[in-house]
């Protein structure tokens, strides 16, 4: 089971979308829940039901000033101005001159060697006031009674802004961060999380139009749009070269080439836990919805429409047939506009792509699979004499961020293009809004609407004016125009938002021992039966051999100790 992400572990999401494009429902009753769902079990939460002690001024300065020590992970993405460190920067100095804070790092390591020194420090008892850790960390401070129980100081010190923004997902991350009724952690949220994890489908519009084809609706028309592009030679080259849909070998996890979104059209998820109508937690990999649409991926995969190579293709090579123009077709996330410009649009101007929401296969609508909203936790050390201070951190970043489109010069929640530098980076704790570039993709289009974009903050400014270029014709910000446009990606997230719909894995703890223990191995048989069964080289009736076998081998112990913690934390 996934208990993180691999978009990237920097809550600078916003900032990374853009550096990211710059380079380049009801259910019937056999469904799982939906996120309105999932999202009134985290409401519910001791933590959600907390009511503030005396409040307090979210920002009020420090007199006399305070120390509070943290750890750091930092790698080579971290540049630096003369005179400037992790320890001594623009954020430092913020911090201890305006709200009479010093933050000092006890120490600081590569990414790479960020958990080992940090288990390490953990064994030993020897932690900062506060630091980030994952869930498998913060459970096992939690368990050692390390950390300081946050409820009440986070009704209290919080600010509305800041507890908003960390509703937008209706709890769920702060239900992550809640063990034993208790609120242990902050979540590290950042803006591509939440609805903006959903998949959504890139086709080439140019091809549908000179094959006369019509936008994909239902899963029928999905088909039809794949075979077309596989064998009604789309590029016009006289060559049977052309991919139907493109499949990465990873096709049940993530990256272009995906194949999550095509599984949820059949009702299918993969790699999460749902709720079957029992109300019991069941895992996605092993039900019967996933039946059909690897039985369709066998059909389509014999018929020539899938890539006779997609077991060897990583989500590189999907890019390299992008850039090739042999792909029309694939289930994607919301930035790889970025990379289809590069890759493929700069080339070759006449290829024009448009993104459309998941479809189903039936009547019931396709409700995407989401990723969880933080993967990291901000904790605070048991008896510090400040547990407040990482609150209020959180406070001042989003403060200067959000609430004040803080912007001096340089900003530092923009990359320099010719330094590189992005000093957003050096605070110690950041998070973002789930819907920054919802947001902004909401205040692009009005202001796009009057042609006055004066009044807008950042990063919906930086949109703004890269959709103005684009509109006057500059090729160069197409793709600007395929993410905040009009059939672009933030689009489709807005019509999932407002549709309401989304499944988060309803099982937010972290890995149970059986999960550490075997879920790895079993997650190997899951890929090798997965594509046989697509190959031809394994019945479709070889899934339910394999279902049963996978709860055999622990799928069964898994569950039984994911609905023990679901029945403690409704």
């Not at 016009?236 to 139907?244: E, L």
């Not at 069941?282 to 919805?289: A, L, P, R, S, T």
Request: charged content about 25%; some cysteine; aromatic content about 10%.
């Amino acid at each position: 089971m996934k208990q993180g992400r691999k978009y990237g572990a920097v809550s600078i999401g916003s900032m990374m979308l853009l550096s990211v494009v710059a380079s380049a429902c009801s259910n019937s009753t056999d469904q799982p829940e939906a996120s309105k769902s999932a999202t009134a079990a985290a409401s519910a939460s001791p933590v959600a039901a907390q009511t503030a002690a005396v409040k307090v001024d979210p920002l009020a300065k420090y007199d006399p000033p305070i120390e509070v020590t943290t750890v750091r992970s930092v790698d080579a993405t971290f540049k630096y101005a003369a005179g400037d460190s992790i320890d001594s920067n623009i954020w430092t100095k913020i911090f201890e001159q305006d709200y009479g804070i010093k933050v000092k790092n006890s120490w600081s390591v590569d990414s790479t060697q960020y958990h080992q020194k940090l288990n390490v420090s953990i064994a030993s008892g020897d932690i900062p006031d506060f630091l980030e850790v994952n869930k498998e960390e913060m459970k096992r401070l939690a368990d050692a009674g390390q950390l300081e129980d946050l409820t009440k100081v986070w009704a209290q010190y919080s600010s509305p802004y800041l507890k908003d923004m960390l509703n937008q997902d209706g709890g769920i991350g702060i239900k992550a961060a809640t063990i034993d009724g208790k609120m242990l952690g902050i979540p590290h949220t950042f803006s591509n999380g939440g609805i903006s994890t959903a998949e959504m489908i890139y086709v080439r519009t140019d091809w549908l139009q000179k094959l006369n084809l019509p936008e994909p609706k239902t899963m029928d028309d999905v088909i039809k749009i794949a075979t077309a592009f596989a064998k009604q030679d789309p590029d016009g080259n006289g060559k049977d070269d052309t991919i139907g849909l493109a499949v990465n070998k990873d096709f049940w996890d993530y990256g272009h080439g995906s194949l999550r979104g095509f599984f949820n059209g059949y009702h299918g998820y993969t790699d999460i836990f749902i709720k079957n109508p029992s109300g019991k937690l069941v895992y996605g990999f092993v039900q019967k919805e996933l039946k059909a649409p690897l039985k369709k991926l066998q059909e389509l995969y014999k018929d020539g429409v899938l890539d006779k190579e997609f077991g060897v293709k990583p989500p590189a090579k999907i890019q390299e047939d992008v850039a090739a123009g042999r792909v029309g077709l694939a289930y994607g996330l919301v930035s790889d506009g970025g990379y289809i410009q590069k890759e493929n649009h700069t080339k070759d101007p006449k290829a024009q792509w448009k993104v459309f929401p998941i479809v189903s296969a039936d009547s019931q609508p396709a409700v995407p699979q989401l990723y969880d909203t933080a993967g990291t936790f901000y904790v605070v050390k048991k008896g510090s004499k400040h547990p407040e201070a990482a609150i209020k951190l959180a406070n001042i970043y989003i403060n200067r961020f959000y609430e004040k489109s803080y912007a001096p010069d340089p900003n530092p929640f923009i990359t320099d293009s010719k330094t590189g530098i992005m000093a957003a980076k050096y605070a110690p704790v950041t998070m973002d809004s789930l819907n920054t570039n919802l947001d902004a993709y909401h205040q692009v289009q009005e202001s796009l609407k009057t042609g006055d974009g004066s009044k807008l903050g950042f990063p919906a400014s930086v949109h703004f004016d890269r959709m103005t270029k684009f509109k006057a014709g500059d090729d160069t910000m197409w793709f600007s125009n395929i993410v905040m446009g009009d059939g672009g990606s933030y689009s489709v997230i807005d019509q999932y938002n407002k549709a309401k719909i989304g499944q988060y894995n309803l099982f937010l703890a972290p890995a149970t021992p059986t999960m550490s223990e075997k879920l790895p191995t079993l997650k190997k048989k899951v890929a090798e039966t997965f594509t046989k069964i697509i190959m031809g080289d394994s019945s479709v009736d070889e899934f339910d051999k394999f279902a049963e076998e996978f709860q055999k081998l622990g799928g069964d112990k898994i569950e039984q100790e994911v609905n023990d913690w679901y029945a403690k934390n409704k």
